[in-house]
């Protein structure tokens, strides 16, 4: 029988996913704030037209345009379909039938397009968060069941669609509208504006990554990075070379160091920063896994240093009572926690934790200080360089709420309400059938990766952030 089972605890959690997310949120923030500010005159992909704007704002354009814009979403779907393969192989190796973990992904699924229709309707229509109920919604099996070859096809097909569609975005808006001071009149232009872009176009842009996630999750690059430096290595360098290459022009046109192109060549360019963002994201992943790779082994590092203090600790007392040798073993035990939280990198992993709780919070900074229909509405003729420093100050207050929470051990509230909804009563009914045989790819009965212990019995490698 299937053992019953809930969310990973945040002490079994794989340090580079949630490392990485926590960085992707700062991504996330610099692209989506140009959502929330109120220009006038727009250029490429709602920044300022450049003539006017200041060679601080043109510089911060340009490197925003460079290594975010297009970047930070497909970096957002490789990690979604990340941890997606993540929950579902830990339940597989529990004896969890392949149907009881769609059913599982079918059910947060609908929490998922909930919360995302609250989000988009009533403040960001460009919202990320239905999109991936969709693709949990209409794609489980495939992410659960489909074969490697099968999930680089999806990912193909996918790209084709989105790079197409991309292609009217190579030239300037001009123009615009203001933005309404009242939020009844902004959630009436939500209504429309969120289903075809909140759920259709995200959905279509994140399906390219979303199916390299799950793919990149059963092989445990991000799992087990410091196996797998030498491709993450080449990853990142080619990736991240790909999105600089590749988006040069159209940032350099943005910024108005390049005059625009034709009509007739706009999409050209378009299309080639298009793709330097999916490769950009891949980069992203892969560069955030050296890193937790490097954090590891200073991790281990600091247990051997702390295990030898402990050890010395124990000599000492043991002419003392247990109490005593207690005291000494917790005390070393709290410096060496005390050490390892204070890192930046701890901070941004606590934020990883919770997301989209954090994602959730950047929205409420963006409506408080920078909508008219806000209460501050500051985002009126707000410059590159302010917009960008609200992004900052949004995503720093995420690590600050998140390091609040850490010592807690209780989770971001949208986490919390995610895993109430998708766990009640799941493992009863997860319990009633188990899968045993072989699965694609002959990767064991999911596709996901075993090793023999030497005893006969099949154990996992991986280490699960479900």
Do not use: K
Not at 104 to 111: A, D, E, G, H, N
Not at 207 to 232: C, F, K, Q
């Amino acid at each position: 029988m299937a053992q019953p089972l809930g969310p990973t605890p945040l002490a079994e959690r794989s340090l580079a996913p949630d490392l990485a997310r926590g960085a992707m949120l700062l991504l996330i923030a610099l692209a989506n704030v140009r959502a929330f500010v109120d220009v006038p005159t727009q250029g490429l992909r709602g920044y300022p037209d450049p003539d006017g704007t200041s060679a601080l704002d043109d510089a911060v354009a340009l490197v925003q345009l460079l290594l975010v814009d297009g970047r930070a979403y497909p970096l957002f779907g490789l990690l979604f379909g990340y941890g997606v393969w993540q929950l579902a192989s830990r339940r597989l190796d529990r004896g969890w039938s392949a149907d009881a973990v769609v059913s599982i992904l079918r059910r947060r699924s609908v929490l998922l397009l909930a919360v995302g229709a609250v989000h988009g309707i009533l403040f960001f229509p460009g919202e990320i968060i239905a999109a991936y109920g969709v693709l949990l919604l209409l794609l489980p099996g495939a992410m659960v069941r489909g074969r490697d070859q099968a999930l680089v096809a999806w990912s193909a097909i996918g790209g084709i669609v989105i790079l197409l569609l991309l292609a009217g975005a190579g030239t300037f808006v001009g123009q615009v509208a203001p933005m309404t001071t009242s939020w009844g009149t902004a959630v009436t232009e939500h209504l429309t504006a969120w289903p075809p872009g909140g759920v259709l176009s995200n959905a279509l842009g994140v399906s390219v990554t979303v199916p390299l996630g799950v793919l990149a999750a059963r092989h445990g690059l991000l799992d087990r990075p410091d196996e797998h430096r030498g491709p993450l290595a080449r990853c990142a360098v080619v990736g991240l070379g790909a999105a600089i290459v590749l988006g040069a022009w159209y940032a350099l046109v943005a910024a108005g160091a390049l005059p625009a192109p034709s009509p007739a060549v706009a999409p050209v360019m378009a299309l080639l920063h298009g793709v330097g963002g999916y490769a950009g994201g891949i980069g992203y992943a892969a560069l955030f896994g050296l890193l937790a790779a490097g954090r590891s082994e200073r991790a281990r590092d600091g247990h051997a240093r702390a295990s030898h203090t402990r050890d010395d600790h124990t000599r000492v007392a043991r002419a003392r009572d247990d109490h005593t040798r207690a005291s000494h073993a917790r005390a070393s035990h709290a410096r060496h926690d005390r050490r390892r939280d204070g890192h930046a990198s701890g901070m941004i992993r606590s934020l990883g934790r919770m997301s989209m709780s954090g994602y959730l919070l950047q929205t409420a900074v963006f409506v408080v200080v920078l909508v008219p229909w806000g209460p501050i509405a500051l985002g009126r003729d707000i410059s590159t360089m302010s917009a960008a420093l609200v992004a900052v100050g949004a995503w720093v207050l995420g690590l600050v709420v998140a390091v609040a929470l850490g010592p807690t051990g209780r989770r971001g509230p949208f986490e919390a309400v995610v895993r109430w909804w998708t766990y009640r009563g799941a493992g009863g009914r997860a319990s009633r059938r188990r899968v045993t045989g072989e699965g694609p790819g002959g990767l064991g009965s999911s596709g996901r990766r075993s090793s023999d212990d030497g005893s006969g019995s099949q154990r996992s490698t991986d280490r699960r952030s479900g």
